[in-house]
């Protein structure tokens, strides 16, 4: 199965959780990361669910990928990694904008690789 189609139902499964209906933010982003990374583990052949954002941006660098999509995912993975380890409490629509972001991500390995 491709790698989109594998994330695109974690992702909505994950939009179906308990973690997102009692919009427990932590545990939601802990999941959606990591849906996030194994995607990208996936499409541009590198560990990134045992990486760190730092990690996974430097491999992106090497990866050629534009500057306007590297920024997407730096600032994705930084303001997850805020709810996740800072206890940020995010508005619906920063919410909102994280899993735009997120469903973009998993797009990317159609417009680098046809994948």
């Known amino acids: 199965m491709p790698p989109e189609i594998v994330a695109e139902r974690r992702l909505n ?23 996030t990374k194994d995607y990208l583990a996936g499409v541009f052949n590198f560990l990134a ?11 992106m660098k090497v990866k050629k990928i534009t500057s306007s999509d590297l920024n997407m995912i730096r600032v994705f993975f930084e303001k997850s990694d805020l709810i996740k380890f800072a206890k940020h409490q995010p508005s619906d629509d920063e919410v909102n904008e994280l899993l735009d972001m997120a469903k ?12």
Do not use: C, D
């Not at 499964?13 to 849906?35: H, V």
């Not at 669910?49 to 491999?59: G, V």
């Open 49 to 59: 669910p045992a990486e760190t954002t730092f990690e996974i941006i430097t491999e």
């Open 13 to 35: 499964e994950l939009l179906t959780s308990k973690f997102y209906q009692n919009k427990r933010w932590k545990e939601f982003f802990l999941q959606l990361t990591e849906i």
């Open 104 to 115: 973009k991500i998993i797009k990317l390995g159609m417009k680098y690789h046809g994948v």
